[in-house]
C-alpha cells in the first residue's frame, strides 16, 4: 500500500535543482540562429549518491558534516566493552563495518561486545537516513500541501492516515517518511492534541474527563460553528482574537521554516494562531532590514511580514513574524520563560494552551547534585503556568524520559497534588520515526516526542454559604 506525506522543498533542494533555463521562448522564432546555450535543455543533475550506495562509514563519508560527526563521537564516546570488562577509559576509534559508527576501541573489543546486535541495526538506519538527506535526489517528500479543502476531513489515527487525508504526495519508501515524520512532528503534534479529531480520546483511555473538559474549550476557539450569531463570523472575517500556542524551553523547534508551521494553520483555518517560542536556547532570526515610510500602508497587501521587535516590547530579545495571509503569527522570545510570564498575560483556558517539547524535568537523575539549580528552574514556571488553568503538554524522547518527567512532576515541590491530569502519559501516534543518536554513547538511540502527556492546574471543591460543595471552575 502506497503512502501519502508531505513536507516542503528544502533550500538545499532548491539550490540543487536550479531553475529550467533551457526551454525554448515563445518569441524566439527569428532569422539568427540561437546560441546553443538558449535552446539545449538543462539536464538535471544526477544525484551525489543513488539509493543502493547511501552506506558508508563516517569517516569515509563524502560528506564532511557527516566526517565531523563521526570526529565528535571518536572524542565523546567511551568504549562499552573496555569500560564495563576491563574498567579502561578508552575512547572509541574502531568503525563497525556494520553500522559504519566508531562503536569500540579496536576491533577486538567490537568481537567481545555480544551485545552489539542489539543496535548496530538502527545504527545503519540513521547512517543510511543521513546520507540520504545529503544525496542531492529530488525530495519529493518534502512538498508540503496548501489549505485543506472545507469539505475534505482530516483524520489523525496515524501517520499514513494523516497524510493521506490531508493531500500529501505518494511515496512508497520508509525511509522518506522517516524523514517527513522528523519534520513534522512538532507541528502535527500540537495540532492532534488540539483538533476535534484527535486519535486521544475517553474511549481509548488516554483523555481523562478533566482532559476532555479542557480541550473542548479550546476546541470551541478552534473550531467555530458557523451559525454564531457575532457579525465577524457573519462577514467571514476571521475571529480579532488569535488562539495562542506557547511553547516552553523552545530549542530545534523555533528553527523550524515558517511553511513548516503553516501546516498546524492549514488544520484550522477558521481561526488565527500565534505560536510563541519561549527560551533561552530558542533560535532568534536575523533581525529585518528596516522598513520605509511607505512599508506600513504596503503591508497589509503582502503575504509575508516580518517585523525585528526592539527589546522593549516583550523587555528581552524578540522577533515575530506574520504568514499565511495574516492567520499564522510566529513570535520568538530569546529569555527564560519565568521573564515573561507576566507580560504575556493575563491568560485564558479558551485562548491559551502550553506545550514543552522534551522539557527534561526529571534528567539527569534525582541523585544528581544538578538537580537542585534544574528543579529551582522549571519548577517555578511550572507554577506559574498552573495557576493559570491552562493545559499544558509535554512530550519525551523515550520511554524513561517520559516516566522520569512524570515521577519529578509527582515529587516537585509546590507542584505535588497541585494538578490533574489531563492526557495520560504514553505514546505519541506522531512522534518522529527517525533514529536520533547520541554522540556520547552510539548505543543511546532516541525518536524525538516519542511519548506525550497532559496536565492542568487543580480545580478545588469550597464548601458555600449554604454548605453544599462547589467547584471553583476554569
Keep these: ?12 533542494s532548491l539550490a540543487r535543482a536550479g531553475t529550467p533555463n533551457g526551454r525554448r521562448s515563445l518569441f524566439g522564432l527569428s532569422n539568427r540562429k540561437p546560441k546553443p546555450s538558449t535552446t539545449a535543455t538543462t539536464a538535471p543533475k544526477a544525484p551525489l549518491l543513488t539509493q543502493d550506495n547511501l552506506f558508508h562509514p563516517l569517516s569515509q563519508s563524502p560528506f564532511p558534516e557527516m566526517r565531523a560527526k563521526g570526529d565528535r563521537i571518536r572524542q565523546l564516546a567511551w568504549c562499552p566493552v573496555s569500560l564495563s570488562k576491563y574498567s579502561e577509559h578508552l575512547h572509541v576509534n574502531y568503525e563497525c563495518p556494520d553500522c559504519g559508527y566508531p562503536t569500540h576501541a579496536t576491533r577486538e573489543r567490537w568481537q567481545e561486545d555480544d551485545q552489539h546486535a542489539r543496535y548496530w541495526p538502527r545504527l545503519r538506519e540513521a547512517n543510511e537516513d543521513e546520507h540520504d538527506l545529503r544525496s542531492g535526489r529530488e525530495m519529493t517528500e518534502f512538498k508540503l500541501p496548501g489549505e485543506q479543502p472545507y469539505e475534505e476531513a482530516v483524520s489523525f489515527g496515524n501517520w499514513d492516515v494523516f497524510l493521506y487525508t490531508r493531500g500529501f504526495p505518494s511515496i512508497e519508501s520508509e525511509r522518506s517518511r522517516r524523514h517527513v515524520s522528523k519534520l513534522l512532528t512538532y507541528p502535527i503534534s500540537i495540532g492532534s492534541v488540539l483538533h476535534e479529531n484527535s486519535p486521544y480520546t475517553v474511549r481509548n483511555r488516554r483523555l481523562l474527563p478533566e482532559g476532555l473538559r479542557s480541550l473542548m474549550a479550546l476546541r470551541h476557539s478552534l473550531h467555530p460553528t458557523e451559525d454564531r450569531n457575532d457579525s465577524s463570523a457573519k462577514a467571514g472575517l476571521l475571529p480579532p482574537q488569535p488562539v495562542r500556542i506557547l511553547i516552553l524551553g523552545a530549542r530545534a523547534e523555533s528553527s523550524l521554516p515558517p511553511h513548516v508551521l503553516a501546516q498546524l494553520s492549514h488544520l484550522f483555518p477558521a481561526v488565527p494562531l500565534h505560536v510563541f517560542f519561549i527560551g533561552p536556547e530558542a533560535y532568534l532570526p536575523a533581525p529585518a532590514r528596516a522598513a520605509t515610510t511607505t512599508s506600513s500602508s504596503s503591508s497589509s497587501s503582502s503575504q509575508e511580514q516580518e517585523a525585528a521587535e526592539p527589546k522593549s516590547v516583550y523587555g528581552v530579545p524578540s522577533h515575530t513574524r506574520i504568514e499565511h495571509d495574516g492567520r499564522l503569527t510566529i513570535t520568538t522570545l530569546k529569555s527564560p520563560y519565568a521573564e515573561v510570564h507576566d507580560l504575556l498575560g493575563p491568560f485564558d483556558p479558551y485562548q491559551d494552551v502550553f506545550f514543552a517539547f522534551s522539557p527534561g524535568f526529571g534528567f539527569p537523575d534525582e541523585q544528581s547534585p544538578e538537580l537542585t539549580q534544574l528543579e529551582t528552574n522549571w519548577n517555578a514556571d511550572v507554577r506559574k503556568i498552573l495557576e493559570t488553568k491552562c493545559a499544558l503538554f509535554g512530550t519525551g524522547f523515550s520511554p524513561v524520559d517520559i516516566e522520569r518527567d512524570v515521577v519529578a512532576l509527582d515529587k516537585a515541590q509546590g507542584i505535588r497534588g497541585e494538578f490533574d491530569w489531563l492526557l495520560t502519559p504514553g505514546e505519541n ?11 556520547f554513547d552510539p548505543r543511546v538511540a532516541v525518536k524525538t516526542n516519542w511519548g506525550i502527556w497532559g496536565i492542568r492546574g487543580k480545580r478545588y471543591e469550597v464548601r458555600g454559604a449554604d454548605g453544599e460543595d462547589q467547584v471553583i471552575a476554569v
Design 1 to 12: 500500500m502506497s503512502h501519502r506525506i508531505a513536507t516542503t522543498t528544502t533550500r538545499r
Design 429 to 439: 501516534v506522531f512522534g518522529s520515526e527517525k533514529w536520533e543518536v547520541a554522540e
